[in-house]
């Protein structure tokens, strides 16, 4: 994440180093910068890089993601980075300021991509981002990647679409050349974000059933199919209570709950992790992104009949000063009224909405409901009808 | 409301002056500046202080309230100010303005007491506030209130506690001089906002039944006990989700909201209003102030079985730029782990964790629910785990 990278790294690194030694006063020993090559699962042995085979009756796989590459020449030379661990950003940071850089690409247009362009745009660094598609963030509807896409312009980063990647080679004016389908490009970095999928080679080795989405399954109390295995955070797969359906949704939150699952049951406590609703946000410069629930293709992959509507509003009352327009996307179910989903964008406010409406897709509410819920209304945080009531009362007669 | 004092007001005086036109073309008449003088129920006839006589077949009761009084002498006097009305804020204005006035006190420590302290001391006029109490705000708990008042206190609000109000007179070196038990003090202003209570002459007279509460009862359908008469907003009670019981909470979402489903019912549609969950906030200088649901006290008097939990967090991630504290108090029922309010003072932070918490009591989750929300995690918006969920876990510890 772009966040730790400054002086907060320092802090961090501290903080990492000293875990074994944290651990060890309440008996638990942690080995820090160590490989698991192999788990035998009938012997309940892990095998280390080293050779070494520790017995288990427990096992925990927190293996989470391994960043996708595009594949194409020149991929792994100097100057090229992923950005998954806190050793690659650290690698980044350092990078940044010994070449030094005065150039930047960025290759892909997630939330990795985001975050970075703006935290490589504030140093200063011309800043590139090439992408396949034709506006970034696809879990946003068009109307809203168009606001994220105006706001990465607005800041100067030069933003390329339907981009294919063909090749990396050295530089003239700076370190790296990219070649892609609209010419060449050259940087002093490249940052690959063009997606990760759940790091799952030790589950599989294991012959631990994966779920449709590739990642391995687990149930309520986050054990896998295997008695004894758990699994948590962006390797496994999460219940998504709206859809119903198991999904892998790699997030920091996500993981932090479904480790505390597992311990407590593992403790022996009892304890279940009780789903997601797929709420997630962004900041990119002074922009708030956030989204939850279904967009309308997944509300209708799973046999729901979205309806949406997407409305534009004021981030607190009208005539306040500091008010900033904000956009609130709301998806339905027309045969029940049930909200589904919802995406808002604003320089404030955004995912403050989202989070309000996270609760009403946890508790399964309607439109009728969203329309009518008391919130804390005072002019300088909303209108006497908020954003929600207006965009749930519009959308519910629409149906 | 002090929000309003300002351009605006010129711009609400056009508008409400071109109210009555605006309708006419809608077919609707509409009399401004008009006072009702008494209802004749039997006859359906309303009858205005000219002596006009209106027939009606449907009746809507949007009296509002009164604000209280002191009772002492000389609370006539010029430069005693309630602040109720839209014309009240206008003499106001003009009297800070025409005077001049240098000095102010105002009496009460409510909603009103907190956001005029704020808007007339922001206009560089010396402020007093005398209080029966000792603490402000007493919606909120003490801990909660103690941060109000130092808020006050580091603006250079003067707060004076356990006042009791005497006589106002003639000032020297003032307009006025307010005589309490604590001695004498100047001002040029007086405003008196020690509370209100729903204006329900003319609903007496009528021999409407009123509520426990002293407001007007009405059903879902905002309808009175008498057939086609209807009542809305702070004259009216509302059904309260959490604690069950009919409540009167004077305020201006809450009126908005009861007014579309009267108008609905009454143009033939059929909607119901779905009660509050008591949701509130206020702005006092950098401080965002809110609560919802029931507090202790109030919880126990309806039977639940009332603990609760005062925690300090984060506004956003603790590493991040700009991070603020937070504190959010939440209280649940023991027996049933259901969450029953919550309040939240910081100054970033308060009113978004308070509107998500106000949807959790609207759909009556518990605590357990509440600590596993989905919210919408990046660290310029919270912490992986939010202060929601550590609350939600500490309290549900305790449980």
Redesign the interface.
Same mark, same amino acid.
């Given at each position: 994440?772009p966040?730790?990278i400054g002086d907060?790294i320092k802090?961090e690194k501290k903080l990492i180093a000293r875990t074994p030694e944290k651990f060890r006063e309440t008996g638990v020993e942690v080995r820090i910068d160590t490989r698991v090559e192999e788990v035998d699962g009938k012997a309940g042995e892990v095998r280390l890089a080293d050779g070494t085979r520790l017995p288990y009756d427990i096992l925990v796989l927190g293996t989470g993601t391994t960043p996708l590459l595009p594949g194409i020449p020149g991929e792994d030379r100097e100057g090229v980075f992923t950005l998954k661990t806190f050793t690659d950003a650290l690698r980044i940071k350092a990078w940044l300021r010994e070449v030094p850089c005065r150039k930047a690409i960025i290759i892909g247009a997630g939330f990795i991509g985001m975050e970075m362009s703006e935290a490589i745009r504030n140093l200063g660094i011309e800043t590139q981002v090439f992408h396949r598609g034709t506006l970034p963030v696809n879990r946003w509807d068009p109307e809203f990647s168009q606001v994220v896409l105006d706001e990465l312009r607005r800041h100067q980063v030069d933003f390329v679409t339907d981009a294919e990647t063909k090749a990396i080679e050295a530089g003239k004016d700076h370190r790296l050349r990219l070649v892609t389908n609209h010419g060449e490009a050259e940087a002093d970095m490249i940052l690959m974000a063009v997606g990760i999928r759940p790091e799952v080679t030790l589950a599989k080795q294991m012959g631990l059933p994966l779920g449709e989405t590739g990642a391995i399954r687990v149930n309520f109390s986050q054990m896998t199919p295997r008695e004894g295995v758990y699994a948590v955070g962006d390797c496994c797969e999460s219940f998504h209570?709206v859809s119903g359906h198991w999904v892998n949704i790699p997030? #920091? &939150?996500?993981a932090?709950?479904q480790g505390r699952v597992a311990g407590r049951n593992i403790g022996g406590g009892a304890m279940i992790?009780? #789903?997601?609703? #797929?709420?997630? +946000?962004?900041?990119v410069f002074d922009l708030?992104v956030?989204? %939850?629930g279904l967009d309308e293709r997944a509300a209708a992959a799973v046999g729901f009949h979205p309806v949406s509507m997407l409305s534009w509003g004021n981030a607190i009352?009208g @005539?306040?000063p500091g008010n900033t327009k904000l956009g609130l996307k709301l998806i339905a179910d027309r045969a029940t009224g049930r909200l589904l989903g919802a995406q808002a964008v604003g320089e404030a406010g955004a995912? +403050?909405r989202?989070? %309000?409406? +996270?609760?009403?897709l946890?508790? #399964?509410?309607t439109l009728? &409901?969203v329309g009518?819920? &008391?919130?804390?209304?005072? @002019?300088?945080?909303s209108g006497?009808?908020?954003l929600i009531?207006i965009a749930a009362q519009a959308l519910r007669r629409q149906i």
């Open positions: 994440m966040y730790y907060v802090e209570r997030l #920091g &939150d996500i932090n709950k992790f009780p #789903g997601i609703v #797929g709420a997630q +946000s962004f900041q708030e956030a989204a %939850t009352a @005539p306040m995912v +403050s989202i989070n %309000t409406l +996270s609760c009403a946890w508790a #399964g509410l009728d &409901d009518y819920l &008391d919130l804390a209304y005072a @002019p300088p945080f006497s009808w908020d009531h």
